[in-house]
């Protein structure tokens, strides 16, 4: 479940005691170049334990990234300006990873170095493209009633004759739809998150408006 930011500050600023402003103000600073990326423009938020940096590239992509408290989260995806409204898409929602799907051998040595062999599940624990591991993910085969969970090893709920389709449950609230598969004798199945990062610190929001105000970003529900 994916928690306002401001409700977020709001639970700090109670704990800890500072001044809440109900309008995020986000102001223009200036900046340098962000590798090969063009850079078109950089606000940033800093106020107490509360602070966001927001990147707008002048290919149209942005990199939004906030911290609260011990809370840090990021998201990315195209930003476009429409009636004094900067608007920013996530490339990514809740269901909208796309994954692929890959057989390897059962000998196939992963990266964290460990033979797959011992492994007697059916399928490898579920990675980004990169090779990284999503350590909390599940496995959901033919409905949502039979889980595997390849961290343990096991699969509940029943034990299915033949596997047909497939939904990842990435860490707990991040599904794409169900892909089809086939059992391979020998072969172990892999899905393959096609997203270049891990989502434990990723936010799902989908749509963030701010309103332009000279060169600050007010940010609207």
Known sequence: MIINKFYLVMILGLLFGFQLNAQVRLDEINHGSSGNKPIWKVYIHSEFEDFQELKLY?????????TIGLLSKFFKGKWEVRDSLLILVNDIDRKGIPTKIKYEKNDFEDTTGMIRKFNKGPFLMPRNKKGELFWGSEILIN???????????SIFGGNPRKIERIKVNYVGEFFPGWLNVKEKRGYKILPVGQIPFLLSGYDAIKIMKFRISGTSLIEID
Do not use: A, G, V, W
Request: hydrophobic share 20%; no cysteine; charged share 30%.
């Open 58 to 66: 002048r290919d149209k992509s942005f990199h939004y990234q906030y």
């Open 143 to 153: 409905n949502d009633s039979i889980r595997y969970s390849p961290f343990f090893d």
